[in-house]
């Protein structure tokens, strides 16, 4: 496991979060946060060790699949959702709000789809991702967060270009029924939503404000005030930084953003290159790892 470049990565991150803790502004909250980094990593670890061969790798994919169709059956047919409040049980209790859950299952759309369209995929759980996919994308409509849907047309618009054969040219179809679908689920109350992402004042976030209070808060101390620190008292404006870029730079310097974030594109490579050398041009269907 810590073979793995993102891994040692991750590792660093996680310790510079304890290193930062002893100077930090606020030094219960730093701790609390950097024992949660310590619990993240060590699900990291478990998730690598335990879903390291083809029995068991689709199963955490899988849960988080029938979870995510699950809270979309709730929004759309149980009356979960007022507006943008989305009232969810315990399933979802590890996503906190709407801007939390509607990411999820935008990451989560495409690979739901893509099981829809996998031959080697049982009947039942075709059928299932066949059906849960615009239940999920319901979940966004009602959730309306901004990031999410930014998040939901870069996946949109990068798919055809990660895909290859036969596989891309379903997986456009899948985008171009998607997106005729996303007409009338998005209602007339996500478009206003939406239009305010450029906008600032009262119908606008305001949040380009607490990004420059941010960034002014890391020239003044580059390798971080620990956790929670910008919205536990160093703030100078109301917002919090909506930004994991800048959540961190403030948090655990600009050294927690090189390990974070090189974690990140680390596996994302990762990802690429074993995309590539999984890539069989002349099967159909490609595996399932692919």
Same mark, same amino acid.
Not at 12 to 18: C, E, G
Not at 110 to 114: D, H, Q, R
Not at 150 to 154: C, N
């Given at each position: 496991i810590f073979k793995q470049p993102g891994t040692i990565?991750? +590792?660093? +991150?996680?310790?510079?979060?304890? !290193?930062v803790s002893t100077w930090a502004f606020d030094a219960e909250a730093s701790w609390d946060e950097a024992f949660d980094n310590l619990k993240w990593l060590l699900v990291f670890v478990c998730i690598v060790k335990t879903h390291s061969n083809r029995r068991w790798l689709p199963v955490i994919l899988l849960i988080y699949i029938l979870s995510c169709i699950d809270i979309g059956w709730d929004v759309t047919f149980a009356g979960k959702a007022i507006g943008r409040r989305l009232r969810t049980g315990s399933a979802t209790?590890?996503?906190?709000?709407?801007?939390?859950?509607?990411?999820?299952?935008v990451a989560l759309i495409? !690979?739901?789809?893509?099981y829809a369209l996998s031959?080697?995929?049982k009947r039942w759980l075709r059928l299932t991702c066949a059906v849960g996919a615009p239940l999920m994308l319901n979940v966004v409509a009602h959730a309306s967060s901004r990031g999410a849907f930014? %998040?939901?047309? %870069?996946a949109g618009v990068s798919i055809p270009f990660l895909t290859r054969g036969r !596989?891309?040219?379903l997986a456009v179809v899948s985008i171009l029924i998607g997106s005729l679908l996303s007409v009338r689920l998005f209602h007339d109350q996500f478009w206003e939503r939406m239009t305010t992402i450029t906008e600032e004042g009262q119908t606008g976030s305001g949040r380009t404000a607490a990004w420059a209070d941010a960034w002014r808060?890391? !020239?003044v101390q580059p390798y971080g005030f620990g956790g929670e620190a910008f919205d536990r008292g160093l703030r100078s404006q109301p917002k919090s930084t909506h930004n994991m870029f800048f959540e961190i730079l403030v948090?655990?310097?600009?050294?927690?953003?090189?390990?974070? +974030?090189? +974690?990140?594109?680390?596996i994302m490579w990762d990802c690429y290159r074993l995309s590539k050398k999984l890539w069989q041009p002349d099967r159909w269907p490609q595996s399932r790892e692919y």
């Open positions: 990565l991750l +590792f660093l +991150f996680t310790v510079n979060a304890f !290193l209790s590890v996503f906190g709000d709407e801007n939390f859950l509607a990411p999820h299952m495409p !690979l739901t789809v893509f031959s080697e995929t930014i %998040a939901l047309l %870069a !596989l891309r040219s808060l890391s !020239l948090a655990w310097g600009w050294q927690g953003v090189i390990f974070f +974030f090189g +974690f990140i594109f680390t």
